[in-house]
């Protein structure tokens, strides 16, 4: 046989070699749903409150009255959903391990109050703690597994960089304001959502598989299930807190 006929049967035979080997899991797998609300939206309990500021002139400024947070309805969807709840995945991915993203996750105190009151980082991922205020904020971690921090920014426009180690949701408070508050929880992983005006989350770039997907809320507790979903497929994740 001629060397022309060996490369066409070696090149034959990696064909069919390659061809033989199972197809690699796509990470394309999405997992999205909405958190309803099931009970009485209109209760008095579950209506925003206006947070007094007056003992700090500048909290005032410029600014409509700061609601509270503990639970904020979306009232204009059907059903009602529920606003700054925590969907993750749980359990399910294994021993994976995923890259650190190089942007930074923002803490803003602006208006005496905390953009965003509920947000999920990646542990090793910087936070970036900024006062947008004209007046002497306290920021206080209320960490169990991180170490508790406790620092002072009294002038606008300063910022501190953070890292944080993965752990469940703990609080992040304002010793000077107390209506001040936030949630956080450190991940080793990017699926993580928190529900806006729609109450709506996803969770995107899945490799295929079964997870235990777990909803967090301040007021209304946990809630988890187990979610099947195949690749470059979208399953549906519905969570609902009946609080009444």
């Not at 209320?142 to 002072?152: G, I």
């Amino acid at each position: 046989m001629n060397r022309g006929n060996w490369t066409t049967v070696a090149l034959t035979g990696l064909f069919a070699f390659t061809a033989a080997l199972p197809a690699a899991a796509q990470e394309d797998a999405v997992i999205k749903g909405k958190v309803a609300f099931d009970g009485d939206a209109s209760a008095a309990k579950y209506k925003r409150r206006a947070i007094d500021t007056s003992k700090d002139a500048n909290c005032k400024k410029g600014k409509k009255r700061i609601g509270t947070y503990n639970v904020i309805l979306n009232k204009k969807t059907d059903p009602v959903t529920v606003r700054n709840v925590l969907v993750y995945v749980k359990e399910g991915l294994g021993d994976r391990k995923y890259d650190v993203p190089s942007e930074p996750v923002t803490l803003t105190q602006k208006g005496c109050e905390y953009k965003p009151h509920v947000f999920g980082i990646i542990e090793g991922q910087t936070l970036t703690v900024t006062n947008g205020d004209e007046t002497s904020h306290n920021i206080h971690f209320q960490p169990k597994v991180n170490q508790e921090l406790n620092f002072s920014q009294p002038k606008k426009g300063m910022t501190k960089e953070l890292k944080l180690v993965a752990e469940d949701t703990f609080k992040v408070k304002c010793d000077v304001h107390p209506w001040m508050g936030a949630y956080v929880q450190v991940f080793t992983h990017p699926f993580f959502d928190v529900t806006g005006n729609k109450g709506t989350f996803e969770l995107k770039g899945l490799p295929p598989g079964s997870y235990v997907v777990e909803a967090w809320h301040e007021t209304f507790g946990t809630k988890t299930m187990t979610v099947e979903v195949a690749s470059d497929q979208t399953a549906e994740a519905n969570f609902t807190y009946k609080p009444d």
